[in-house]
């Protein structure tokens, strides 16, 4: 059974930087790819970005665009977003998400993904 972890949440003020980290577990990490989505109080679940496997090509929402960086060290099993910046709007709990093994391609609609993380909280004070 594929298990995700998230950390790093927290509290920080605006403009202020979060690392958000998501280990995996399982030997085929580098075979999918992985997604970060999150959900703000009152709204849907919404795509934050993607990483391929192998991590050469990556893809983000525009509202995260230039501020936030999604990576992977498939030697560790894990996915990072560094979040610099961040506003406000930012709040919301951020999960981890993977695709199944083969689906090396990243993606933006939270149905193509699988496994999905508990969760992390990430609040930005004005």
């Known amino acids: 059974q594929v298990q995700l972890v998230e950390s790093g949440g927290g509290l920080v003020q605006a403009g202020g930087s979060l690392r958000l980290s998501c280990a995996a577990s399982?030997?085929?990490?580098?075979?999918?790819?992985m997604g970060w989505f999150r959900r703000a109080p009152g709204k849907e679940r919404e795509f934050v970005s993607t990483?391929?496997?192998?991590?050469?090509?990556?893809d983000y929402a525009d509202s995260v665009k230039g501020r936030f960086t999604i990576s992977r060290d498939n030697t560790k099993n894990t996915v990072y977003l560094q979040m610099n910046s961040l506003k406000p709007e930012d709040t919301a709990v951020y999960y981890c998400?993977?695709?199944?093994?083969?689906?090396?391609?990243?993606?933006?609609?939270?149905?193509?993904?699988?496994?999905w993380g508990q969760g992390t909280q990430v609040t930005v004070s004005s």
């Open positions: 998400a993977r695709r199944l093994a083969g689906a090396g391609a990243g993606s933006s609609d939270i149905k193509d993904y699988s496994y």
């Open positions: 399982g030997r085929t990490f580098s075979w999918s790819a």
């Open positions: 990483i391929n496997g192998s991590g050469r090509s990556t």
